[in-house]
């Protein structure tokens, strides 16, 4: 990426004199009236030999990379990073014209929450064999568990279970003696417990995983993990016992300072943060399971955690994967923001503008504080989520809008133009709107969102932003440039947005995108695929079946107008080197996110 102006190098202004010469000069003198043998034709000889060689590299460069590429050093820099190459210096500054049209950088990026399941996706581990050997064999004992497929009372003991039913009854909780002893500890481990879909559909296993996997305290950045293989636990669950002991004491003994929807701190008790399951909710739940579904969902919670650990310490010894599962945490959960820092800073900290989503607070204050606060205003959403913490940030260049801190915020705006009666699937934090003027006081309406999982809300989105600039005084003539995670898909469908729907729909408002007018439906920007170590296996991918089944969509984009603005190169990509391996499952413990970043250089054309 690189700086709004560049200064180009023109070519000595008696270049011209050469179509002169070719022409004739004046009269007398003209070399093409020479012989064969003179002086003036082996001057011409060397000026067509000249002209000859230059045609043909010039042709070369525009098949590397376009017109592009030739008449920019800067956009040959970016194409050649596209491609996987380092542009050449020598060519960078041999081949620069005269150039007075400006341009503009931008990047956008969806760097997705912190994930809490080190294992939910599948990861491209590089030199690592030990990772997917892992995952293939759980992959292999929960499809083809044979007799692994034994029952729950021989992983989860007779002896647990009456230690939980003992903590149950304690707490004020009815017993569950009976389910235990008629239902599930007679169950397969896999086929009838964590293939179960009725066990899915009643939210029993799910639900307290939701709520107690990772518990965030007042007074700490480090949350509390219960002890189990899908979060960040960093104890030993080498054999059950010990994962046992462990996960009682969690859910029954330690208390937690947690801090309340009005900002007081209140002690509790994992067990006390559990919900109810409602049968209005959750229709397949009897009424009977419902009235019992706090020490029910306890006891299923239980015997899933329990299961994974056993499997786990079955397909893999405990110094093998700990280790590898610790490693994993460290990269993408505990680094994740100090990685997502440091490929904004090496590799886009020359761009223009830069629209980041699924922020969190944390990064935006490590960003403020950090080289790339020196160089950017870094603004977020009056209605920034601290609770979700999902936000979209837009963060400036003050070289290019010294003055980006006097914006001025329009989402509220934005949002009050959603269609009336209709619910668009937005939340606090999703969109960022703001208007602001650069160095040479151009003015501009910029816009950061995230959409919604299925993409519903981005067509009502930009509709809203453009119903906006249209109906507020001074907005018009602004030039509009939005970077989004699209959240749209290659085959869309009534409930998912397809993305070729999209291109149609800001093409009717006469804008482009970074990749043109129309959007290639197989230009992914993501490829992600859920493993089986996550409670949702319904949503579980093989894996030999990662990109069919798992999320490969062309999701992010870069938007403006075309009477504004022509594209001179785009870059996508997912290595953090501004390089993209297609074909390539992300993240990576490399490169933190399940989004690739996108990032364009554009012209302005008046």
Known sequence: MQGARRNFTAYPPHSSSLFSTLAGGTAGSSPLSAGPSTPACTNRSKV??????????????????????????????????????????????ANTVTSTARTLSIATWNIAAINNNPFEYWLTVHDNPEYEELMNNVEKFIEYPGNNDIAVDQVFTEEMFNKLDAQLTKVGWESVQSYWNDDFKKRKIVSEFLKDPLLGSKRLASMPDRVTNTINVAG????????????MYEGDL???????????????????????????????????MLQPIKKAKYPDITEKEEKASLPLQTLCGAIFDGILVHMMNTVSKPDVWQPLK???????????????????????????????????????????????????????PADADATRDQNSIIMLKKDTFPNGASYTEITSDVVSNFPEGVKVPVANGDILAITTEDKDQIGYVLASFHGDTNGLATIPVLDAIKKTMRST?????????????????EKGSAKKQDVTQFGEAYRQYHLTSAWGDIPNPSNYTTY???TY?????????????????????????????KDDFTVLSTVKDNTGKMKYIEDMAFPTLDFPSDHGILSTTIRYNK
């Open 238 to 272: 080498g054999t059950m016992d010990k994962w046992y002991t462990a996960w009682e004491s969690f859910m029954f003994v330690n208390k937690l300072s947690i801090t309340q929807t009005d900002g007081s701190n209140k002690e509790q008790i994992p067990y006390e």
């Open 473 to 489: 005084k001074g907005l018009g003539e602004k030039k509009l440039i939005f970077g989004l995670d699209a959240n749209t898909y």
């Open 528 to 530: 992600n695929a859920r």
């Open 533 to 561: 170590l996550q409670p949702q296996l319904n949503k579980a991918c093989k894996s030999s079946e990662k990109r069919a089944c798992g999320d490969v969509n062309p999701k992010d984009f870069i938007l403006f107008s």
């Open 326 to 380: 610790k490693r994993i945490v460290e990269s993408l959960n505990k680094q994740k923001v100090p990685k997502t820092l440091e490929i904004l800073e090496k590799e886009y900290a020359q761009a223009d503008i830069v629209n980041l989503q699924e922020v969190s607070t944390a990064l935006i204050n490590l960003a403020k504080a950090s080289g790339l606060g020196k160089r950017y205003h870094i603004i977020a």
């Open 48 to 93: 067509l030999s000249f002209l000859f060689v230059t045609i043909c590299y010039t042709a070369y460069l525009y098949s590397r990379g376009g017109a592009g590429s030739y008449l920019d050093s800067d956009v040959s820099q970016a194409n050649a990073a596209a491609k996987g190459n380092k542009a050449s210096a020598a060519q960078g500054t």
């Open 220 to 231: 700490s950045n480090i949350p509390v993990c219960r002890p189990t293989v899908i979060n």
